[in-house]
C-alpha cells in the first residue's frame, strides 16, 4: 500500500514538473486563432510567436493574415476568429454599434513621441514652395489628399493637422481614398495627388525616391493618438478569460522586447530578423531603417482609451462617418490586460 501511495505520489510530480507553471496538460491543448496582419505595429506579436512564448503559457496560435484589420470582422463574427488586429477607425466603431460581438482588450501600437507610425508626405514642388512643417498646411487648400481608406486613422492623423492649420477638411481639400499605401506613394512622385498619410515606411520610401519629402509624423500632430487594438469575440472572452489572460501574458513579454529593439535595433538583430520575416518589409536593413518609428505598444497592455473615443466622436460628430456612437463600457474590456500584467509581474514565467 505504502508503495503503492509513492508510486502515485510521484506520477503526480512528474505530471506537474512537465506541465507550465499554473497549467494543467488539458489548458497546453488550448487553441487561439488569431487574424494578424504584416505590419509592423503588430511586432509584438511576430516576437512572442517566434519566441516560443504562447507554447509556453500552454497555447496553441493558428493564425490567418489580413491586409486590414476590417476584412476580419466577419470571420470575427462567424467564430472562425478568436482574436484579431483592427485599427481605430470609423468601421470598427459601426460594426459595433450594429452589434458585432467585439470588445477592445488590448493595445497594439499608438504614436507615442518619438515613436509616430504615421507619416505625410507631400509632393516635392509643394515643399519647395514652402510646405514644409504641420504650420503650414493652410496652403493645402484645394489639394488633392490620398488615404487608404475613408475613416480611417490616415484621415483622421491629416484631418486634424488641417484644423490646426484652420482649414475644413471636409471642403477645403479633395480626397482620393481606396487605395492601397503602395500605390499612393507612386500617385505621389506622378502628381496625381499632392500629399499623402502612410505607414512610415511607405512615406520613407517615397522620400528615398524623391516622390515627396516627410513633413511631419503622426506623433507630431496627436502625440499618443491609437493606431491599433486587438479585439477579442465577447464569447470567447466569457469562455475562455483564463487562456486569453495567458495570450496577453506571451503577446505583453514579446512586447517588451520589441519596445527594446526599437529604440537599438543593432543591439537586437534577432528581433530585427523576426520583423522582416513577419512584415511587409521583408528585409532587415529596411526594418532597422524605419526605427524607431515603428509606433510604441504600452507594456501593460492599456490602450490609449481617450484617443480612441475621441476618434469615434470626430467621426461621428464632425464627419458623420459613425452612425451611433457605442459607450466606453461597450467598446472596451481591460480587465485581462491588467490581470495579465500583474501576473507577469508576479509570475515572471519568461524570467527577467
Not at 465577447?234 to 522586447?257: D, H
Request: positive net charge; proline residues 5%.
Amino acid at each position: 500500500m505504502r508503495h503503492g501511495l509513492i508510486w502515485f505520489l510521484a506520477c503526480v510530480t512528474a505530471v506537474l514538473v512537465a506541465a507550465p507553471v499554473g497549467f494543467s496538460s488539458e489548458a497546453q491543448a488550448q487553441v487561439v486563432r488569431v487574424g494578424e496582419g504584416p505590419f509592423i505595429t503588430g511586432g509584438g506579436f511576430y516576437v512572442a510567436q517566434a519566441r516560443g512564448y504562447f507554447e509556453k503559457m500552454g497555447l496553441t496560435i493558428e493564425t490567418k493574415g489580413y491586409n486590414d484589420g476590417v476584412f476580419a470582422v466577419p470571420s470575427l463574427i462567424s467564430g472562425e476568429l478568436d482574436i484579431a488586429l483592427m485599427t481605430a477607425n470609423a468601421s470598427l466603431f459601426n460594426s459595433i454599434a450594429r452589434g458585432a460581438p467585439l470588445v477592445i482588450f488590448v493595445d497594439r501600437g499608438h504614436n507615442r513621441p518619438g515613436r509616430g507610425y504615421l507619416a505625410v508626405n507631400v509632393r516635392q514642388e509643394l515643399y519647395d514652395q514652402g510646405i514644409k512643417t504641420i504650420k503650414d498646411f493652410a496652403k493645402l487648400k484645394g489639394k488633392k489628399i490620398g488615404v487608404g481608406a475613408s475613416g480611417s486613422i490616415n484621415q483622421y492623423n491629416t484631418s486634424r493637422a488641417l484644423q490646426a492649420a484652420g482649414l475644413d477638411p471636409r471642403k477645403d481639400v479633395e480626397w482620393i481614398i481606396n487605395i492601397p499605401q503602395p500605390d499612393l506613394m507612386k500617385m505621389l512622385g506622378q502628381k496625381q495627388v499632392d500629399v499623402t498619410d502612410l505607414a512610415y515606411q511607405f512615406g520613407l520610401f517615397a522620400q528615398n525616391n524623391k516622390w515627396g519629402p516627410i513633413v511631419a509624423n503622426g506623433d507630431q500632430i496627436e502625440p499618443n493618438s491609437q493606431i491599433a487594438t486587438y479585439v477579442v469575440r465577447r464569447e470567447f472572452l466569457q469562455k475562455n478569460r483564463e487562456a486569453l489572460v495567458r495570450w496577453t501574458m506571451a503577446y505583453l513579454r514579446g512586447v517588451k522586447e520589441f519596445n527594446e529593439a526599437a529604440g537599438a535595433p543593432d543591439k537586437h538583430p534577432d528581433i530585427v530578423d523576426i520583423l522582416a520575416k513577419n512584415t511587409a518589409l521583408n528585409k532587415p536593413e529596411l526594418v532597422k531603417a524605419i526605427a524607431p518609428f515603428w509606433s510604441y505598444v504600452s507594456e501593460d497592455g492599456i490602450p490609449q482609451v481617450d484617443s480612441i473615443l475621441r476618434m469615434q466622436d470626430y467621426w461621428n460628430d464632425y464627419y458623420t462617418f459613425v452612425e451611433r456612437k457605442v459607450p466606453r463600457e461597450q467598446l472596451f474590456d481591460l480587465s485581462v490586460a491588467r490581470e495579465a500584467k500583474a501576473r507577469l509581474d508576479r509570475e515572471k514565467p519568461f524570467g527577467r
